[in-house]
């Protein structure tokens, strides 16, 4: 079945250090791919998708580029901030008939220090 | 515009017991979907709703089910509570269409004791 894969956490980084999450993914077809981050006590919120292949998706300073070659779609920032600090989740679109729904990693948690 | 509002935030039920939990989409999204989120098993889909009907279901035991409304807000029930199912659960809407961005509420985190 579909699934994603995400790097173990946590991650901690020093604040300005570069940021790369990988997340590869299995899947019929070419789902959509979606970058969610999950601050504290707080629900998901969209951070980036791209809907085929080589899209490049950005938002805030963090970009992930969809490659079907190697099924992945990793994160990048180049220089992150303790605000950045949240769990991040990689995310695809297995909508089916109309349908919504979203397969999600097992999350990756950020921490940024100053 | 208001977002996906989800009520309660917090719940603290007994063993045996039964829950309710309710979720508001934002306008003019008739797409509802739920999710599960617990530290061992991550984000796991639970279902999602259309106009008033079940499209998708994930695959969790009888005891979860759910239900929308003509205004598209959405219930999801647990009955016979046990203490696994301690978690946070979200619900998510989208517009009618699949493959839409999906925008999450903040969650009730359940506690089953």
Known sequence: ?114 | KAGVTQTPRYLIKTRGQQVTLSCSPISGHRSVSWYQQTPGQGLQFLFEYFSETQRNKGNFPGRFSGRQFSNSRSEMNVSTLELGDSALYLCASSLATGGNKAFFGQGTRLTVV
Not at chain 1, 20 to 27: D, E, K, L, R, V
Not at chain 1, 76 to 83: A, D, R
Request: aromatic share 12%; glycine share 10%.
């Open chain 1, 1 to 114: 079945g579909d699934s994603v894969t995400q790097m173990e956490g946590p991650v901690t980084l020093s604040e300005e250090a570069f940021l790369t999450i990988n997340c590869t993914y299995t899947a019929t077809g070419y789902p959509s791919l979606f970058w969610y981050v999950q601050y504290p006590g707080e629900g998901l919120q969209l951070l980036l998708k791209a809907t085929k292949a080589d899209d490049k998706g950005s938002n805030k300073g963090f970009e992930a580029t969809y490659r079907k070659e190697t099924t992945s779609f990793h994160l990048e920032k180049g220089s992150v901030q303790v605000s950045d600090s949240a769990v991040y989740f990689c995310a695809l679109d297995r909508s089916q008939g109309g349908s919504e729904k979203l397969v999600f990693g097992k999350g990756t948690k950020l921490t940024v220090n100053p």
